[in-house]
């Protein structure tokens, strides 16, 4: 048997984004959407692809349950996995942003309420600018929390902007550009590199 | 007594077997206390892996750690000689805190350290031990050493700019391979062109050393890290010299520049082994003449480190093999 290259794709829009990158680099998996199975191959082509939640992605990667996989540079930014990012896939594009309620204005005097999923992209945002903060961690929804007065600002992904207007709120400091990368496990790297290059090369 | 291996645990087999190599390769066996003064760990702390040790109070009120690191022990008791060779391995526990679970762990860690005239014929040696070590612990799976000459990447990062701060994210990212994000970083930081170029093209090179060589010398003409190539040359030349020699098996070794050390304590080469199966490193080391340096010693050095704990993931990983059964089932 050749060399097989294990995939860890994010489940949902961006992983079926990527998908496409590689089945028109030569990687095509026939069923891949069909039926609800998470393990898909193809022997000829020398690939695997597993479908995995998306903030999983690194956790597979960096275990070496995968050699390879694509996730946001958000998710690389709040886990932090000892991997290599090989490249920028250019697709999945977003930004990482401070938004508020449209009349906010920030006090220093006491220490700003940030609600979010990205803990640690907030703290070190908030780290490198000097500036007390009180972090709320959220799963979901966190539009709402200045809302209801839970917190002064959300730290949050922001791709066209539409549900901050329908919550009526602004993006007062941008972050970060983000996007999906491709990473690759230390160790599966050397004894992979050829067939890991050729893809790479390919798309 | 005649007695039989089987009784022996795997990884006491294995410690058998690297201390039959290091042995015979004329290293001595190396006992250290348990306990060591904690004020060793605070000087050095950016040594460590984590700054985190396990501290309590001796009897006399002195404060003491478990420890962290062999190394640091070794170079604090040794008496600087840089005209002679002293050449120790040792099997010892050391008490880190684990990344994965945030808490104290226990590891057994196995390895050799070469003081002194430590010139480049002892890294050629050492470097050879390392990957008969591979070898010897991968059984019958396929290993890697991945070799670097760090300074290389410290002449062309001291060369591209004087900010620290932009240096320091600029390693991270070469370890990472991540060469979009340094192009990135390199045009917010005006930095000119070529010599982001250079930088990149050195962290491209990745296999077989002997045809590395050829575009290293390629890449490098003219830069800061010019110098630097016949020096990474003669060690080459002293690891494959020492392994003709040898048995003639097809060498493991590859060159690879993306391998980072924290600049203020290493120099020269440096290397990492993996073993197919084991999604991290199993043997770290390298040359650290500035650690020496730093603790006042004229003497250079050179070692690495064995994790015998992280070989226990051999077998019983995920990965190919398991994936291979979940699709012949």
Same mark, same amino acid.
């Given at each position: 048997?050749?060399?097989?290259?294990?995939?860890?794709?994010?489940?949902?829009?961006?992983?079926?984004?990527?998908?496409?990158?590689?089945?028109?680099?030569?990687?095509?998996?026939?069923?891949?959407?069909?039926?609800?199975?998470?393990?898909?191959?193809?022997?000829?082509?020398? #690939?695997?692809?597993?479908?995995?939640?998306?903030?999983?992605?690194?956790?597979?990667?960096?275990?070496?349950?995968?050699?390879?996989?694509?996730?946001?540079?958000? #998710?690389?930014?709040?886990?932090?996995?000892?991997?290599?990012?090989?490249?920028?896939?250019?697709?999945?594009?977003?930004?990482?942003?401070?938004?508020?309620?449209?009349?906010?204005?920030?006090?220093?005097?006491?220490? @700003?309420?940030?609600?979010?999923?990205?803990?640690?992209?907030?703290?070190?945002?908030?780290?490198?600018?000097?500036?007390?903060?009180? #972090?709320?961690?959220?799963?979901?929804? #966190?539009?709402?929390?200045?809302?209801?007065? @839970?917190?002064?600002?959300?730290?949050?992904?922001?791709?066209?902007?539409?549900?901050?207007?329908?919550?009526?709120?602004?993006?007062?400091?941008?972050?970060?550009?983000?996007?999906?990368?491709?990473?690759?496990?230390?160790?599966?790297?050397?004894?992979?590199?050829?067939?890991?290059?050729? @893809?790479?090369?390919?798309? | 007594?005649?007695?039989?291996?089987?009784?022996?645990?795997?990884?006491?087999?294995?410690?058998?077997?690297?201390?039959?190599?290091?042995?015979?390769?004329?290293?001595?066996?190396?006992?250290?206390?348990?306990?060591?003064?904690?004020?060793?760990?605070?000087?050095?702390? !950016?040594?460590?892996?984590?700054?985190?040790?396990?501290?309590?109070?001796?009897?006399?009120?002195?404060?003491?750690?478990?420890?962290?690191?062999?190394?640091?022990?070794?170079?604090?008791?040794?008496?600087?000689?840089? !005209?002679?060779?002293?050449?120790?391995?040792?099997?010892?526990?050391?008490?880190?805190?684990?990344?994965?679970?945030?808490?104290?762990?226990?590891?057994?860690?196995?390895?050799?350290?070469?003081?002194?005239?430590?010139?480049?014929?002892?890294?050629?040696?050492?470097?050879?031990?390392?990957?008969?070590?591979?070898?010897?612990?991968?059984?019958?799976?396929?290993?890697?050493?991945?070799?670097?000459?760090? !300074?290389?990447?410290?002449?062309?990062?001291?060369?591209?700019?004087?900010?620290?701060?932009?240096?320091?994210?600029?390693?991270?990212?070469?370890?990472?391979?991540?060469?979009?994000?340094?192009?990135?970083?390199?045009?917010?930081?005006?930095?000119?062109?070529?010599?982001?170029?250079?930088?990149?093209?050195?962290?491209?090179?990745? &296999?077989?050393?002997?045809?590395?060589?050829?575009?290293?010398?390629?890449?490098?003409?003219?830069?800061?890290?010019?110098?630097?190539?016949?020096?990474?040359?003669?060690?080459?030349?002293?690891?494959?010299?020492?392994?003709?020699?040898?048995?003639?098996?097809?060498?493991?070794?590859?060159?690879?520049?993306?391998?980072?050390?924290?600049?203020?304590?290493?120099?020269?080469?440096?290397?990492?082994?993996?073993?197919?199966?084991?999604?991290?490193?199993?043997?770290?080391? &390298?040359?650290?003449?500035?650690?020496?340096?730093?603790?006042?010693?004229?003497?250079?050095?050179?070692?690495?480190?064995?994790?015998?704990?992280?070989?226990?993931?051999?077998?019983?990983?995920? &990965?190919?093999?398991?994936?291979?059964?979940?699709?012949?089932?």
């Amino acid at each position: 048997m050749g060399t097989m290259i294990n995939v860890a794709l994010p489940k949902g829009r961006l992983g079926e984004k990527v998908y496409k990158m590689f089945e028109e680099a030569g990687y095509g998996c026939p069923d891949i959407f069909e039926g609800r199975k998470l393990v898909f191959e193809n022997r000829d082509a020398g #690939i695997r692809y597993f479908w995995v939640k998306p903030s999983d992605v690194p956790i597979y990667v960096e275990r070496g349950a995968a050699d390879i996989g694509a996730c946001g540079k958000d #998710i690389l930014l709040e886990y932090s996995p000892n991997v290599y990012e090989l490249r920028d896939l250019g697709i999945g594009k977003c930004r990482m942003v401070v938004a508020s309620p449209k009349d906010f204005t920030d006090d220093s005097e006491y220490p @700003l309420r940030v609600a979010t999923k990205f803990v640690n992209i907030a703290q070190d945002h908030y780290a490198s600018v000097g500036r007390d903060i009180d #972090i709320i961690k959220l799963n979901g929804s #966190i539009e709402i929390a200045p809302i209801l007065g @839970l917190s002064d600002v959300i730290v949050d992904l922001v791709e066209t902007g539409t549900t901050l207007k329908e919550n009526n709120l602004v993006v007062y400091e941008e972050i970060m550009d983000i996007s999906a990368r491709l990473i690759a496990n230390k160790s599966g790297y050397n004894f992979k590199s050829a067939a890991i290059n050729k @893809l790479l090369g390919r798309l | 007594m005649q007695y039989d291996q089987s009784v022996l645990t795997r990884t006491e087999r294995r410690v058998f077997a690297l201390r039959t190599l290091y042995s015979r390769a004329g290293y001595r066996s190396y006992r250290m206390r348990k306990f060591e003064d904690y004020d060793l760990y605070s000087r050095n702390k !950016d040594f460590l892996l984590s700054d985190r040790v396990i501290t309590f109070t001796d009897t006399n009120g002195k404060l003491k750690a478990l420890k962290p690191d062999v190394t640091l022990s070794i170079v604090k008791n040794y008496k600087d000689r840089p !005209d002679e060779l002293l050449k120790l391995f040792y099997d010892e526990n050391v008490y880190r805190v684990s990344e994965r679970t945030n808490s104290f762990r226990e590891i057994t860690q196995m390895g050799l350290e070469c003081i002194g005239a430590a010139d480049n014929k002892a890294a050629g040696e050492v470097i050879r031990l390392a990957e008969q070590s591979l070898a010897l612990v991968a059984e019958e799976h396929d290993y890697i050493l991945r070799v670097s000459d760090i !300074d290389m990447l410290t002449f062309i990062l001291e060369d591209m700019t004087d900010s620290k701060s932009v240096r320091s994210e600029l390693l991270r990212l070469s370890g990472e391979k991540n060469i979009h994000e340094i192009e990135r970083l390199c045009a917010a930081s005006e930095i000119p062109e070529d010599k982001c170029r250079t930088l990149t093209s050195l962290l491209g090179l990745y &296999g077989d050393p002997e045809e590395v060589m050829e575009q290293l010398k390629e890449i490098c003409r003219g830069t800061a890290a010019e110098d630097e190539v016949a020096e990474l040359q003669d060690v080459l030349d002293h690891i494959f010299r020492d392994q003709d020699r040898d048995s003639g098996q097809a060498s493991r070794i590859i060159l690879d520049f993306s391998i980072i050390g924290d600049i203020n304590y290493y120099n020269g080469m440096a290397f990492e082994g993996y073993i197919d199966g084991i999604p991290e490193c199993v043997l770290v080391g &390298g040359r650290y003449d500035k650690l020496m340096h730093r603790m006042k010693k004229k003497s250079r050095a050179i070692g690495f480190a064995v994790y015998l704990d992280t070989l226990g993931m051999l077998g019983r990983t995920a &990965g190919d093999q398991a994936i291979e059964s979940f699709f012949s089932s």
